[in-house]
């Protein structure tokens, strides 16, 4: 679901001002969230700590951590968003050893290396970095991966509300106003969802329903459930859903230097969340 938001998102923004289209996808997504939890029985009420939280969970991870991806997708293709995300994982355990001092393992150090090789191969092509905005996006990309790290890692241990399907309807809502907000200072122009397109109308209910509500439910869960790399794992997919799909839908170019950099670093995913060991670490440790 998440690989296919890249498409989709790339779709609505080449129509819709890129803030106002994620305040519209989360702040909906929340309010048909609380509708169906009332019809559930299910309590919304929270205390203030737990909606302070929620707004700085949705703060980094929607207002921030999405809505700036979605205004640099404007000016790099879905693939290599998706590609420059898919190193995720090294950067909440590059975070999980500033901010909680958590000794990083020696396969994830493999892992590393290869995700700073892959990274580098995927943003040093010439034919990327000389397009119109290209750089800017890419920086602002990466500044969108610390708050998703930040995020994680903030979500892991804070005081949110236990009922994950209540959780992400606050950080949807707060997040989507935020957005809102943010849109305004900007001066994007609002326009009804009647006067879009009926190819935008239904992108924004594949991004609401499926790619907002569904798999967003499900990450605030795994958050909660397993550990941050852990959840981060999720990028070995969506690369791959995401350069496949732009190359079919919006014929976007796929790079033989973009398919080594997916493979080494997806490869260095890998070493991070491993739990094998080589065996000449295993040397070193008798």
């Known amino acids: 679901m998440w690989g296919s938001t890249y498409l989709l998102n790339k779709i609505a923004v080449l129509e819709l001002p890129p803030f106002m289209l994620a305040s519209f996808r989360f702040t909906t997504a929340g309010i048909l969230i609380f509708v169906m939890a009332k019809l559930m029985g299910i309590q919304i009420s929270i205390t203030k700590k737990q909606l302070l939280n929620t707004i700085i969970a949705g703060f980094l991870f929607l207002s921030f951590g999405n809505g700036v991806v979605v205004w640099a997708l404007k000016y790099v293709d879905t693939g290599f968003a998706a590609l420059e995300i898919s190193a995720q994982p090294l950067i909440i355990l590059l975070l999980m050893r500033i901010l909680q001092g958590k000794r990083i393992k020696p396969m994830s150090v493999i892992g590393v290396i290869l995700g700073i090789v892959g990274i580098y191969l995927l943003v040093s092509q010439k034919q990327i970095i000389t397009k119109e905005g290209s750089v800017m996006g890419m920086v602002m990309i990466f500044a969108c991966m610390l708050s998703w790290g930040y995020g994680s890692l903030f979500v892991g ?21 935020i957005l809102a907000l943010m849109s305004l200072c900007f001066g994007e122009n609002w326009t009804s969802p009647f006067v879009w397109t009926t190819k935008v109308q239904l992108v924004m209910i594949l991004l609401v329903i499926f790619g907002s509500i569904l798999a967003f439910t499900s990450f605030n869960y795994l958050l909660k459930t397993v550990s941050p790399e852990k959840v981060a794992t999720s990028t070995y997919v969506n690369p791959i859903v995401a350069l496949i799909l732009g190359w079919y839908f919006l014929n976007e170019q796929i790079t033989f230097q973009s398919v080594i950099a997916a493979v080494v670093l997806l490869t260095g995913v890998y070493f991070i969340n491993t739990k094998k060991t080589l065996a000449i670490f295993e040397r070193f440790k008798q």
């Open 157 to 177: 241990k804070a005081n949110l509300p236990t009922n994950y399907f209540v959780n992400t309807g606050y950080q949807m809502f707060t997040g989507g106003i």
